[in-house]
């Protein structure tokens, strides 16, 4: 079993940056994919970015050229950089982790506890 624990959310103004990261422990070996995924009020948990241990990656086109997501294998941390932040992008964050190269949207997994993002305009 894997587990993860997010930090660095917070509430920042429109056009800022933060920074999350996504710590695991556990058995993490071999092909395996970290990413993050959003929950808004109202709306459904939704991709952000994704990235395998090759170092392929996906985002959603509303955070493309804005976020970018990196890990750091020897840490078994997954990072994810967000600027130019927009008060929709303001959700609940959280990580996932899966054993396997996938690179789209899942249910499955490992998942954080979540940490809040706030923009405000």
């Known amino acids: 079993q894997v587990q993860l624990v997010e930090s660095g959310g917070g509430l920042v103004q429109a056009g800022g940056s933060l920074r999350l990261s996504c710590a695991a422990s556990g058995s993490i070996f071999g092909v395996n994919t970290m990413g993050w995924y959003r929950e808004a009020p109202g709306k459904q948990r939704e991709l952000v970015a994704v990235?395998?241990?090759?170092?392929?990656?996906n985002y959603a086109d509303s955070v493309k050229g804005r976020f970018t997501i990196s890990r750091d294998n020897t840490k078994k941390t997954v990072y994810l950089q967000m600027s130019s932040l927009k008060p929709e992008d303001t959700a609940v964050y959280y990580c996932n982790f899966r054993p396997i190269w996938h690179l789209g949207a899942t249910k499955e997994g490992s998942w954080g506890q979540g940490t809040q993002v706030t923009v405000s305009s």
């Open positions: 990235m395998t241990s090759g170092g392929s990656t």
